[in-house]
């Protein structure tokens, strides 16, 4: 048996099943190749062979279940395949749904343009990005395609220009059977195949790998694969055809976080986690690793703000930022300050002298931060003084009159809010203000925000390691300053808002270009890093380059061809 990743133990809840598995498969073989014996190398007769393409849906098998539990039939596949473990679906950040997931392998595109996100299909663009049935059918009307589905849902949005619709609901064996009797009989171009026994399991029980009946329902799952694969491999016509046979998982699950695990990108969210093969007789292995994605640096530039030189970033316009009395505010900012222990020194400030007087301004105080503000005295945070970077904010709700204060999208303090006037003459500011003392600090700000809103504890946890705020955050529309710090020259700090609240520093600012990895923030990553390893999306691609199928640019695809090694000759 061809091992998917270095042997890993079975968890004791499979173990019952392996005289089940073995009784109906065998896996010390291969699954024969009658369509290289039959060619030599002959490249002439190779390239005149009718190309058709197998394609089985797994829904809700993670990828690295299937690495756990390394089910033998797909093992086997693997051996003569491209295949990625750790798979995404989506690299978007909507929730999961198992029509969200079927949308991007059968359209080739992502949520962003299907507009599929919810299990009622609400919203969907499937006339603008339809699915493969539809596509092919437009390209070559005398294609024939089936499509058999453990889910009416799957025919009735993605199969309506199938030449031939097979329902079968919630019954993979039915499924299992229709994919082998047209195999065995019909001359279709595309079969689609679609499971839906491990989704089910899971949703009784959970997706982890040492619950018994998710784990079986995968092995029987890789059974009826078996199954399939004999039957495509006795056709009649075999000798003469050339097969690509792609077996994906449409998503993961919800599993048992690992307190151990920094990865806060996609690849470590195991709700999208699916695996993705491209098979064929001819092709040698190529296994493709996602990237090294538990730690990402954050990379960029800052003003050293120390407490010697005492360098300042201020806005000019003094009456920019005054929260008035019981406003709706919310301050948000990126620091990293050196290892040690401070006394008081501010690094954020709308006020005159620090402590004292209308206003607000956030201090180091020893190895934490703390806000001082006119209407609700003190409120410290959590530590920051450790020489890694933190994520700081504060909340001036004056709906409920409260005050709150959290470090990395935890909350700290919540204090009761006084009915003072904050308004004050004294300019925002970064780095040193009236009243400090301290002059061993040093600290580089970034990603400072103002919000004209008191955002609620869920939303800070939500974003509470993003680096940036994308345009696609709910709240973008309530910047009211936003300086992302990351210039790396000059004494002009760009508000991006759109309001036009420039910091402006005088001298000579020492800028610091930094390279961070951390586990507490999660720096946004260019769409090329996630195409690393096959997404979904990139199944319909591969498959109409496989059929011969030009693809327009009006089709605007998301995905990308993986191409194969083969073993022998050329296709």
Known sequence: MNKITTNINRFTAIAATVLFIAAISACNKDFPSRLKDASGNDTVGISAKTRKVLYIIVDGARGRAIKSINPPNIARITKNSIYALDALNDYNKNTMTNAGAWASMITGVGSDKHGVISEDFAGNKLTAYPSVFTRLKQANAKLRTISIAASGAFNANFSADATVRQNFENNDVSVKNAVKEELMNGDAALVVGQFHSAELAAKASNYETYTPEYANAILQIDNYIGEIMAALSSRKTFSNENWLVVI???????????????????????????????????????????????????????????????????????????????????????????????????????????FTGAGWNMFLEFDKWTLNSSVANQAQGGVVSDGKWHKLTAVFDGTNKKVRVYTDGVLNTERDMSTNNMNNTAPFKIGYNAGDGNTSANVLVNSLQVYNVALTSQEISNYSCKTIVAPTNPHYGNLIGYWPLNEGTGTTIKDISGKGKDLLMGGSPVWENFSDAGSLLCPEINDSYFRLVPNNVDIPFELYQWLGISIPLSWNLDGKAWNPIYSDIKP
């Open 248 to 354: 994906a998982s449409n998503k993961g699950g919800v599993i048992t976080a690992d307190p151990a695990s920094t990865d806060l990108t996609q690849y470590g969210d195991q709700t999208r986690n699916n695996f993705v093969i491209f098979y064929n007789p001819r092709f040698s292995t190529l296994f493709i690793p996602k990237p090294n994605s538990d730690q990402i640096p954050y990379v960029g530039a800052s003003v050293q703000f120390n407490y010697t030189e005492r360098p300042t970033a201020i806005v000019t316009d003094v009456n920019a930022y005054n929260f008035g009395v019981n406003g709706n505010y919310t301050i948000e900012l990126l620091i990293k300050s050196k290892e040690g222990s401070y006394i008081y020194p501010t690094f954020l400030s709308k006020r005159a002298a620090s």
